[in-house]
Every structure is written in C-alpha cells, then in structure tokens.
C-alpha cells in the first residue's frame, strides 16, 4: 500500500530496489534525449526542517490507524540534550527515529504532486529528500525555480551550493548554465559566485543515488576511488587480525567477509562491466590480500613476488587453488570471499531485470513515454548501458554452457534460458524473481566443477567434502557464545587446513615421526600440509571427537534438551569387582552423549560421534562415490559394532559421523533434525533471544557449534603433533600446547 500511494508522485524510497530503478530511469532517459539536463537538488537539514502538521494531516487522510503511535512520538516537544544545553524539538523527523523516513515522504507528497502537475514538460524521480528533474534546460529551470521557491514557503532551505546538473550535450549544457543558479553545472557548485573563488570546469557527471552518471572517464574515476577504498578498509582489518584479543583473526575474517568484500556490489548492478571491471579487480586484490593476512601472519597465499620467491613450488601451487576456493561461496565449499569481477556481468542483467520487472508493474507512475516503455527499447537502443547489457547476456550464456558440460552426468546443459526463466534481452520482464541469484549460484557452481576437474583426486575429494551441509558452517560463525569462538592460532590453523595450506606450527618442524605403521620400519617422514599427522597413531583423535559431542549437547542444552555426556561413561571403562573403575584399563574410547529427545523417540539417544579423514592412505583405496561417503562408512561401523550393546542398555544408538573437512554423515544430519524437531514440538526452536541473527534457529547454531568444534579439535591436535616431534628431536619447548580450552 505505502510504495503504490507514494509513487504516485515518483517517490521510490519504499519500492523495492527503488534506488536501482530511479537510477535506470535517469540514465535510460538521457540515453534517449541526449540534449535533455538531469538537476540534482538538496535541502539543509531536510529531516529536522519537514512540517510536524503535514505530517499528521497525511497520516490522517491515508493512515489514520497511525496517528495515536504518531502522537506518541511527535505530539508533544521532545527534549534534547547537546554539549550540556537542553533544546526543545518541535519541528521535523527526531534523529534516528525509525519511521523518519515515511514521514518525510508523506509530508513532501502534496508539494511533490503540485510541482508534477504545474511542470508537465519535466519528469520528476524522488528518493526520500533527493530530487532529480528531467527535461530541457528551460523546462527544468523553470521547474527548479519553482522548488525553490516552493521550500523557503514551506519554512525550509534549498542548499543550492549543493545542487548540480549534468547534459550528456553540450548544446544543451551551455543553455542549462545560462538558466540555472551559477556554479551548479561547475565542479564546486553554485558556492563558488558568493565565495569569489573563480569558475569550476564543467561537470564530467553527477553523482545520482550512490552511482555515478556521466562520461566514461568520469565513471571509471568513481568506481576506482570506491575500489581504493576497500583497500583502506582491509588495512584495518589487518591491523585488528594483528590484535591480541582471543577473537581477533574470526572477527577479521568476518569483517572481510561480511563488510569488505561486499563494498562495491551494489555498483555491479548498474555499472556496465567493461567501465567497472578494473576496478573490480583492484578491489578482489585487496580483499585477496586481506584475507591472506587472515590465513597466516606472513603473505600465506604469496601473493607479492619476493614472498613468492622465497616459497618452494609446492607452496605456491597450493597458495593459487586456495585463492581459487577462498573465491567460492559456502554452500559451494570456498570463503564466500566472491570475486567481484567475476559476477559483474551477473549483477549487471540482475540489477536490469529488476529495473524492467519494477516499471512494467509499478502503477500511478507520473513518468514519460522513454521510462515507462523501457522494455521495448532496450534490445535495440545504441546507448552504452543497453549495449553493455547484451553484451553481458551473450557472454553470461556461453560461460554458463561452457560451465555446465563439466558435469559430465549425461545430462543436458543447464543454459542462461533455463536458469533465468527468459529468452533473452526482450523478455527480461519475464526472468524469474531473483535473477542475479540464480545466475551467480548457477556461475559458482561451474566454478567449482572447473576447480574440481582440474585437480589432483586428493584435491578433489577435499573440496567435495568441504561442500557438505554445514561444513563451512565455523566460517559463518558470530564468536558470541563459547561453543562458537575460535581462538587465534586455532582458526588460522583451522583455515590452512581447510584450504590444504602448509600449516605454520609444521613449517618449521621436523619432518621425521616415531610413529608405528604397519609393515614399515623407522621413523614416517611427515608433511607440512599435515596429510601424515591427521592420520598419525600418535594424533589426538579424542579432542576433536569430544568437542563435536560438546557441540551438539550445547545446541541440545540451548532448548531445554537434557544432554549430557556422563550418563554412559561408566558403561565404557572396565571395572573391578568391586565396582570401582580399573586403573589398568588404557583404553582411548571416549564417553558418547545421551539425548532425550521424547518428542522424536521413545528411547534416550546415544549419540556415537566419528570423524573420518577422506584422503588417508586407505580411504584413497576405494572410490568417493558421494558427498560425505566415507562418514557414512564410519557410521556403518559404528552401528555394526555397537548396536547389540545399545539395545541392551536401552539406549537408541544414533551415529553421527562427519569427515575432517565437513562433510556430515547421514546420522549426523538426523541427529542434528531431531534436536530441531525436538525443540519444534517444545517451541523453543527459534534461538534469535539469545544468539541473534547470527543462528537465528538451532538447527543453524548446531551446524555452527559442530562445525567451530571440529576444526578446533583438528587444529589443537596438529600443533600438540608439531609439539611432540620438536620434543622428540631435542627442541626445547616450555610446556605442550594445552588443547581447546
């Protein structure tokens, strides 16, 4: 109801991708009346300054079910308290109040709709207090004279030192400029003339909604300047990677992640790819860069040739398929850290088809001809953006057949038809909901397929299983609750495992193990990728078996499931006659959870947790015929050989298996189902009170919790394996690492 009342008078605030489609609108109808001018204008503190009384008399007429929270709020005076002196606010939208913005549209709608109908030569675009008037120079002047005029009436004030225009003509410019406030069309703005500081060059662009309008050069300046900026933003992020805190490297990569490596796609949308691929990849540079600051302390992906130098071949192979898959999103077994430059033409047909989509079903729009009836112009328009948006299409399509013959399963190739939902250019009206999602879903996808195809089968196998449901789950983990954070050394180990990376704690270890194996004589020579010390006899298998059990009884204890891990530790020890436990028995078996899950079973759940390696020696015997086979085969044995047991002890044996790099076995996943549907039937599921939108639900905190659990255990094991080679050796250590504390 609020975005077709306002954009009856062209406001697009509440629309959705309003800002993306006003955008494409200005620049799509200069495109098609190049002697036009585009007039940019700006109020003084328009927020503080917009009338309390035309907000009400708005409300009252379209809302009046709003109006008793209104009064609430603005009925009275409110007092502010600023550098010791007290102020009364009687006028305008309090600071940060979250209806100001509705507000303000509601309360500029009567004079937005006036100025529409006294100038119908001029096409008015408003986002919230931005206006943007279309037309021939003395139309839009007449137009913005008026505005002017029409704010000072209404007790605000036009900042016309801010206000700026731009014609792609210069016929058209030069008679803008004989109209309009002096300055606006002169890099300076109309401030220069009262400040006496001389005359500006002519504008190359404007700056409309966060993109830039205007020459190639001046666009291809813009996107630089943002990509530079990235940079500077990464270099905090380092230098908080570098902070003592126990978090600091998670929180650095989440940073990264989350804020950095997001910067400029909301300029992938609108900008055409041949003006924002470099800088595109200026910023995938940094955000590399950055995260290679994250991985190890010291360029661990060698990115800058003296590093490079320095590192042996094998270091630098490993270091690029790193950078490829740090390049993939979660779901698909990378970082999530995107390559911008690889989605651009994605982004730039998906922010299209939601501009196309947004004005063939948007009504009461007061708009000419050249907006409305976009969809028909665009597959034949010479301007650039359409040109460029053919151009994406035909490239996006042969990259995705290209992709898709990778499968190798018999299927037919999924083609850009099939995952848009449309034929082409002309039936963008028609592409399905969230286009750029499924184009760059369906792009990540072929570029794990081509990453996989062109690897080792150990290398293959480690990015299948990194591909399993929850397997990345430790990287989307917010370090708010104990079974969640990641300490420093840990998550840096962690990631340079996952990534098969040479690990820092074995870099500088000695190669000889004194571990028995079958057949063999003399000392193992281990690796520094720690291939040989996630498989070793000696390795601490426990830690990590225990702290993924830790991590399902805290997503079990997180809605009132009575778990715990004590119930059956009598049951695995033997004992003496007389009941105590036997002090002679060593055996390594460690105590599994009970779940009481009443709501799912009639039985307690004995949760028998295994985490198998899919690259030892004996698993590369057989075939990886799935995603997380070989949990499965763990959970096989484990059901094989304790079945019986369980029964007798009326316990209902569930295995929970899941690989090194993952990949969760079939009982794992049922397991983690039935805690939820557990918590379901209590309504204790949506866990947003006490982890946030962070896990919102516990299904996704018990992901995170097994996830951050196992690569905690696994990275606090290989240094203690680092620890004991060195002691073997005769170097001196001050005291073995302590395990996940």
């Known amino acids: 109801v609020i975005p077709d009342l306002l954009l009856k008078t062209n406001q697009f605030a509440f629309s959705p991708d309003g800002a993306l489609a006003a955008f494409n609108a200005i620049r799509h109808h200069l495109a098609a009346h190049p002697t036009h001018v585009c007039a940019a204008t700006d109020k003084s503190s328009a927020f503080q300054r917009v009338s309390r009384a035309e907000m009400r008399r708005q409300l009252l007429a379209q809302f009046p079910s709003f109006l008793p929270y209104f009064e609430l709020l603005y009925g009275q005076a409110a007092e502010l308290f600023y550098e010791g002196r007290r102020v009364e606010s009687r006028h305008g939208c309090q600071q940060g109040c979250a209806w100001g913005t509705l507000l303000y549209a509601l309360a500029d709608r009567q004079r937005m709709a006036e100025l529409i109908e006294r100038h119908p030569a001029v096409a008015f675009i408003s986002f919230v207090d931005d206006i943007f008037m279309l037309g021939e120079p003395a139309a839009v002047a007449a137009a913005f004279a008026d505005w002017e005029a029409q704010t000072a009436a209404a007790g605000e004030a036009a900042n016309v030192s801010k206000c700026s225009a731009w014609s792609p003509s210069p016929e058209a410019t030069a008679a803008a400029e004989a109209l309009l406030p002096f300055g606006m069309l002169r890099e300076g703005g109309a401030g220069l003339a009262a400040l006496s500081c001389g005359v500006g060059r002519l504008l190359a662009g404007l700056k409309v909604l966060g993109h830039p309008l205007g020459t190639d050069d001046f666009c291809q300046s813009f996107y630089a300047k943002k990509a530079a900026k990235t940079g500077k933003l990464v270099d905090a992020i380092l230098r908080l990677a570098d902070h003592r805190g126990r978090n600091a490297v998670q929180a650095a990569y989440l940073l990264l992640r989350y804020c950095a490596e997001p910067r400029i796609a909301h300029l992938l949308r609108a900008a055409p790819p041949a003006l924002v691929r470099a800088a595109a990849a200026v910023h995938d540079r940094h955000i590399l860069r950055g995260f290679s600051g994250v991985v190890g302390a010291v360029d661990w992906l060698c990115l800058e040739p003296d590093t490079a130098d320095r590192r042996d071949r094998e270091w630098r192979l490993a270091a690029e398929l790193a950078a490829q898959q740090a390049a993939l999103p979660l779901r698909e077994g990378g970082c999530g850290l995107t390559s911008a430059a690889s989605v651009c033409e994605a982004a730039y047909v998906g922010g299209w088809a939601r501009t196309v989509d947004f004005f063939e079903s948007a009504t009461g729009l007061q708009l000419p001809g050249s907006i409305r009836q976009m969809r028909a112009s665009l597959p034949a328009s010479t301007s650039l953006h359409a040109i460029s948006l053919r151009l994406a299409w035909l490239a996006l399509r042969d990259r995705i057949a290209r992709r898709a013959e990778l499968d190798g399963d018999g299927l037919p190739s999924t083609g850009i038809e099939v995952v848009t939902g449309c034929g082409g250019v002309h039936e963008l009206h028609k592409a399905v909901r969230h286009c750029q999602r499924e184009l760059t879903h369906e792009l990540a996808a072929g570029d794990r397929r081509e990453l996989q195809a062109g690897c080792s089968e150990q290398d293959r196998r480690r990015l299948v299983s990194s591909a399993g449901r929850g397997a990345t789950a430790w990287l989307r983990a917010i370090p708010s609750a104990y079974h969640l954070q990641v300490p420093n050394t840990e998550f840096r180990t962690g990631l340079q495992f996952f990534l098969h990376l040479p690990l820092a704690c074995l870099v500088s270890c000695p190669s000889l193990c004194a571990c028995w194996r079958k057949g063999a004589e003399g000392p193992a020579t281990a690796d520094v990728f720690g291939d040989h010390d996630i498989a070793c006899k000696n390795h601490d298998w426990t830690g990590r078996h225990n702290l993924i059990l830790d991590g399902l009884i805290a997503a079990a204890k997180l809605v009132g499931v009575s778990a715990d891990r004590t119930t059956v530790l009598g049951y695995v020890r033997r004992r003496l006659p007389d009941g105590s436990l036997d002090p002679t028995d060593k055996s390594k078996k460690q105590p599994d959870g009970v779940f009481r ?56 044996l569930q295995p929970a298996g899941c690989e090194t790099y993952g990949a969760p076995g079939a009982g794992m996943v049922q397991l983690i189902d039935d805690i939820a549907k557990h918590a379901g039937a209590d309504g204790t599921a949506d866990t947003r009170t006490v982890m946030g939108w962070g896990a919102p639900h516990v299904r996704e905190f018990a992901w995170q919790a097994v996830a951050v659990g196992r690569i905690r255990g696994i990275a606090a094991a290989l240094e203690r394996s680092a620890w004991r080679r060195r002691q073997a050796h005769g170097y001196r250590a001050a005291s073995q690492p302590a395990g996940p504390s």
């Open 597 to 652: 899950l009443h709501h799912v079973h009639d039985l307690a759940t004995l949760a028998d947790v295994v985490c198998k390696h899919p690259t030892t020696a004996s698993a590369m015997n057989t075939i990886y015929r799935s995603v997380g086979c070989v949990a499965n085969d763990g959970e096989t044995t484990k059901d094989d050989k304790y079945q019986e047991e369980a029964g007798r002890l009326q316990f209902r």
